[in-house]
């Protein structure tokens, strides 16, 4: 009879367990089912997708036939419900650039590989009248690998009177076998030298052992989605992940739920609006959006 009891008192309690794992959202999503980016056929190859919180400012690494630098990076803007090349916003150096992503406020992030410049490098720039120019921060990241990359720049009140910024970039591994380091710096108000963060730590000792390859914060600092690829096998797909902030560091998150994707398909360029509500993703050698909606299937 005891037995009895006990065993019914187990799966009740795993039953509560497993009913508070259902219930508990997950930290981006779910979403709907994905949807091709729509680019001009005036870009060609079009890859590494960023757009602004405006939602119709972006770059990408295309081939522009009618820029100065055809191949590279390019500015962009949404119009007529296609993305497509902006003129007015593509002078400068970006299109120089192994890569770049847009930033709120006229700014962007963009990086050298070794082999297209003296050494590898990651700079942030700035729009002017007369184009793009490296801005006055210097480099974001002095520890950089042959192929290092950025992921997204916020920027958020300090102090009541000015801001700080955070970057994410992406420190890519030399060695066959070793995993890729994410890196989060910040910058305070009145400094020209980026700091190291501690915040990406928990990625580095995860038992997972997660070897990412792209990341991005949502504009409130809150919540860090990436690209990864998790253990030991060097040919599993890369997945994405979202992970909430805690104690000023980003665990190991949890899979992203996306409607009609499969687990073991490779998603890469992870981008997020400021909240989250649609993420962005490379996929069969495509760029996809997807916004999110509520266990329904509903927009929330």
Known sequence: MLRVVATALLLVGCDLVWQLERDVPPTCGPFGAPALVPFHPELIEPRDFSVDNSGVRGLIYAQYPRASRPTGVHAIKLENDMWRADPMRDTGVLSSLDGGHIAENDFAVGWLFEEGGDRPE???YQFFPAGWSPGGS?????LQGQTSTGGNMIVLPYAGVATIRFMVTILMSDRVGEPNTMR???LFPNETQWELTAQADPLKTSKAKVNPNGGVMTADHGKLVYTARTGEDTSAPFRLYASERDRDEYPHGEPLRIEG???DEDLTEPWINADCTRVYFRRADATWMADAV???????
């Open 138 to 142: 210097g480099l974001l990241d002095p």
């Open 122 to 124: 990651i700079r942030e």
């Open 261 to 263: 994707v499969d687990g």
């Open 294 to 300: 509520d266990d329904s299937g509903s927009a929330p």
């Open 184 to 186: 989060i710096f910040q």
